[in-house]
């Protein structure tokens, strides 16, 4: 019975100290989850390549095993901060059965983590072969866009741009600002400041 008696003695007298500790153990506790962290000194925020390859070459197959898209460059630069690759002198070729083949190059592109979307920059030049399912033969293509950046959604095959462009085809030539073009549904539109002169459709015979 003492020495339990001793031992409630002793809680009670520690008490204030220990009451004291645990407050600021909870106060230290909250300020660490206030503060901004340290920065990490391994590279990993810079923008900074982790590796890279010469004559890049990848290829997408669908369920049947056809092409679908080839993508080439000189050279390839993946970044790890934000998963994208740096491309200089890319070739895109989108050749999804049923719609006509798309090709851009460009002198650099920049290809997003989803792998799906691209930024193509500095003399871009975007080729749409012939549509054999356009009626007329002078109507079917090629068509030849020109601009200087231009962003692609590969699986959706569509292409847009802020920039000017001039587009050219067996008709004539287009020129203007701004432009979407969707190569599944040959959909295409030019926002503004649009000049040129197409020669009349030819009829089929």
Known sequence: MDRRR???????AWSPALLLAGLAALT?????QIQPQAPRTD????????????????LTFDAAGNLRESLTAKRAEHYPDDDSTLLTAPTLLLTQTGHPALSVTANQGIVA????SGE????????READS????????GPVTLTTESLHVQANEQRVDTRAAVTIVEPRGIIRGRGLTYDNKT????????VSGSLAP?????
């Open 201 to 205: 459709r030819a009829l089929p015979q």
């Open 113 to 116: 983590g989803d792998r799906d």
């Open 186 to 193: 040959h959909i295409l539109h030019i926002d503004s400041n």
């Open 133 to 140: 399912t356009a009626a007329g033969k002078d109507a079917s």
């Open 43 to 58: 590279g990993s925020k810079r923008h900074d390549p982790d590796l890279f390859l010469q004559d890049f070459r990848a």
């Open 120 to 127: 193509f920059k500095g003399d871009v030049r975007v080729v």
């Open 28 to 32: 230290y506790w909250l300020d660490a």
């Open 6 to 12: 001793v031992l409630v003695d002793r809680i009670v």
